[in-house]
């Protein structure tokens, strides 16, 4: 079922059942004052019979005949019956009314009045106490006016329910359609979009309504999306040049040195290469299987120690920046020893720091990678400075972002998701990440930890 037909059908039951609930209780509240009315109308005229036949011999003869006169439509004998001590009817000539019983006659002596429906008539009897004795004044009325009435009145409101009904239903299809409107425009230009332009916003319309929240939540999924599906072109791309490369190198080698035979240490270089190419494929699918995991990673930590971090690092990359006629410092300017103890996951965190000090060391220029570990506000920062190539401006916003890599990398290798990674790890201990760069002068990387 559409919104509309939905929002039509609501409305319409809602208009119907309050409308059958409103008029019902009118039908009955009429009903109730209309017999009020019928029957005080009997007792007017149960007391003009009982004056007309008992006070007669009171009465001067001028003024009953006037009293007669005057309301001889309401007194007419075969309406009314007097009732004597003995239950006995003395005057009016509704003789023997098998409606009006014993207990009738009785409960109007008592309570001095009584009053009933019964076979399509209105009944009143009252008690009137006379100097020739005590009269029960029984009149009645046929209620053939009161139940056109009420069959009127039922004809009225049925009619103003169907044509409510309608009415509303029609208005409600009408308004549906304006309200639904900016929807189906909506709807219209999700339908429209494909794949070559599903980054494309939709139009805002300006009108702080529900409408307006379902456009931006619009624009931030797809942009969400179309992130997403760069993200994957941008990993197909990076996987078919980065794997080639080692791919290609391993292939060619090994087809070339099937040609003839070799040297034992020409078979040891071979295979050297062949491993080194098969451990940097290895280290790529290591980073993208954590990086795709990252999301998934537990939030149960333990206590890590950051300086025992940054001094496995050293040990593990010392070696390398020797080879390139480099050296690591380290530098250690924390008072608090509390400060270098944090929660988080201690292989990450290794990994992180490792990425950023190995980036260090590949574009220092020869000249040392200096590891700080300062205290300031109370917070644990660590600053990692090179002095290498820099990284222009124009990358600088951008180099965080996987598979990105820098306009002045030249030969130097790399995957573009090492930084990337970090910055991960980095957000997921809730560590921020600063990089300050100037091309030629070197790279700045500050780590500011939480507060403990």
Known sequence: MTLRNRFTLISSLSFGIVSIVTF?????????????????KLRNTALISA????????LPKDRHAQIKQEYNHLIQNNRVAVYNQNNEVTFGQNLHDPNIKLQHIQTARNNKGVQFMSDNSFYYGIFYPDNQGDFVVFVKSPNDSFQS????????????????????????????????????NVVERINNVDYNNISTAIT??????????????????????????????NFINYVSHEFKTPLAAISGNLEVFAQKDRTPEEYKAVVRESLDNVYEIE??????????????????HKQVRVDELIWKIYEKLEPKAKE?????????????????????????????????????????????????????????NIEINDQGKGIPADDLTKITETFYRGKNVDRIKGSGIGLSLSKSIFDHHNIVMKIDSKVDRGTNVLLVFPVI
């Open 24 to 40: 019902v209780v009118i039908f009955f509240a009429y009903y109730d004052s209309t017999k009020i009315f019928y029957f005080e």
């Open 324 to 380: 390139k006629h480099s050296s690591i410092k380290i530098q250690l300017q924390v008072i608090k020893p509390a400060l270098l103890e944090i929660p988080g996951n201690e292989t990450l965190l290794y990994l992180a720091l490792y990425n950023i000090v190995e980036n260090a060391i590949k574009y220092s220029h020869d000249k040392p990678v200096v590891i700080a570990l300062l205290e300031k506000d109370n917070c644990l």
């Open 149 to 184: 009435q009420m069959i009127r009145l039922s004809v009225i409101m049925l009619a103003v329910l169907v044509l409510g009904l309608l009415a509303i239903y029609f208005l409600s299809r009408y308004l549906s359609k304006v309200v639904y409107k900016p929807i189906s």
């Open 51 to 58: 004056i007309y036949y008992l006070e007669k011999d009171e």
């Open 204 to 233: 805002s319309t300006n009108t702080n309504d529900e409408i307006e929240d379902l456009i931006k939540s619009y624009n931030k999924l797809f942009g969400r999306i179309s992130e997403s599906m760069l993200l994957q072109q």
């Open 283 to 300: 280290n790529i699918l290591n980073n993208l299987l954590l990086m795709s995991g990252m999301t998934k990673l537990e939030t149960s």
